[in-house]
C-alpha cells in the first residue's frame, strides 16, 4: 500500500512566522505535489516536484516555496505566513516522472490556521 | 478545455438506501483518464478507481459501482445499501493524457448517510 504521511495534522501559527509543512511518502515514487483545498475553491495545485530538488509552480504558487532534496521528502515553506493561507494542506504522490500520468496517493492533510 | 462537474452539491440518504453520484467531464483529448476519490470527516483523500478512455466497461467493487459512459461524457459512482460510513465527500477527477500530472478534480459532492 502506498503511504503518504504528513508531519501534523493540524497546526496554528502566527502572521509572519516562517512555516514549514512536510510531507513522507515510502513507495519510491518519483513525483511529489502540495495542493491546499478550500470551501468552494476545490483542490488547487501549489507545486509539484518531479525528481530530487526538481519543481514546478502550480497553479497558486505565490507565497509559497519547495523543498525537495530527498526523494521521499517534500516540504512546504510559507515564507511569511499570513491568513489568507489559513487552509486545509494536503500532499500527493505519484510513481512516473515529469510526464506522467500515474494516480496520485494522498496524506492526511495539515490544517493549517494563521492568526 | 478540462472541465469536471459534479452538479449533486450534497445528498442524504437513509442507511440502505442506493446512492448514484453524477460526475459530468469535459476534454478534447482522446487519451484521458478518470478518478474518484473519498475524502472521510478525517480528511485525507482516499484513491477508489481509475479508468481509461478506451475503457468502457463498467466496474464492480463490493458495494461500489461505477459507470463510464463516453458518449455522455459521464462517469458516475453508485453505492448500493448505502452505510453511516460511507458518508464522505465525494471527488471526481480527470488527467489527460498530454496534461501530466495535471488533475482536474470536480467541486465534490458531500453524501450524508444517516441512520
Known amino acids: 500500500d502506498v503511504k503518504v504521511t504528513q508531519s501534523s495534522r493540524y497546526l496554528v501559527k502566527r502572521t509572519g512566522e516562517k512555516v514549514f509543512l512536510e510531507c513522507v511518502q515510502d513507495m519510491d515514487h518519483e513525483n511529489m505535489f502540495w495542493y491546499r483545498q478550500d470551501p468552494g475553491l476545490g483542490l488547487r495545485l501549489i507545486y509539484f516536484?518531479?525528481?530530487?530538488?526538481?519543481?514546478e509552480k502550480g497553479d497558486i504558487p505565490e507565497g509559497y516555496s519547495v523543498s525537495r532534496e530527498k526523494k521521499e521528502r517534500f516540504s512546504l515553506i510559507l515564507e511569511s505566513a499570513s491568513t489568507n493561507q489559513t487552509s486545509m494542506y494536503l500532499c500527493?504522490?505519484?510513481?512516473?516522472?515529469?510526464?506522467?500520468?500515474?494516480?496520485?496517493?494522498f496524506g492526511p492533510g495539515t490544517r493549517l490556521t494563521v492568526l | 478545455a478540462q472541465k469536471v462537474t459534479q452538479a449533486q452539491t450534497e445528498i442524504s440518504v437513509v442507511e440502505k438506501e442506493d446512492v448514484t453520484l453524477d460526475c459530468v467531464y469535459e476534454t478534447r483529448d482522446t487519451t484521458y483518464y478518470l478518478f474518484w476519490y473519498k475524502q472521510p470527516p478525517s480528511g485525507e483523500l482516499v484513491f477508489l478507481i481509475r479508468?481509461?478512455?478506451?475503457?468502457?466497461q463498467n466496474e464492480i467493487s463490493g458495494r461500489y459501482s461505477w459507470n463510464f459512459q463516453k458518449s455522455t461524457s459521464s462517469f458516475n459512482f453508485t453505492i448500493t445499501a448505502s452505510q453511516v460510513v460511507d458518508s464522505a465527500v465525494y471527488f471526481c477527477?480527470?488527467?489527460?493524457?498530454?496534461?501530466?500530472?495535471?488533475?482536474?478534480f470536480g467541486s465534490g459532492t458531500k453524501l450524508n448517510v444517516k441512520p
Open positions: 479508468r481509461n478512455s478506451f475503457d468502457e
Open positions: 516536484s518531479y525528481d530530487v530538488k526538481m519543481k
Open positions: 477527477a480527470l488527467l489527460s493524457r498530454y496534461n501530466f500530472n495535471k488533475f482536474y
Open positions: 500527493a504522490s505519484s510513481l512516473g516522472g515529469r510526464h506522467s500520468t500515474d494516480t496520485q496517493y
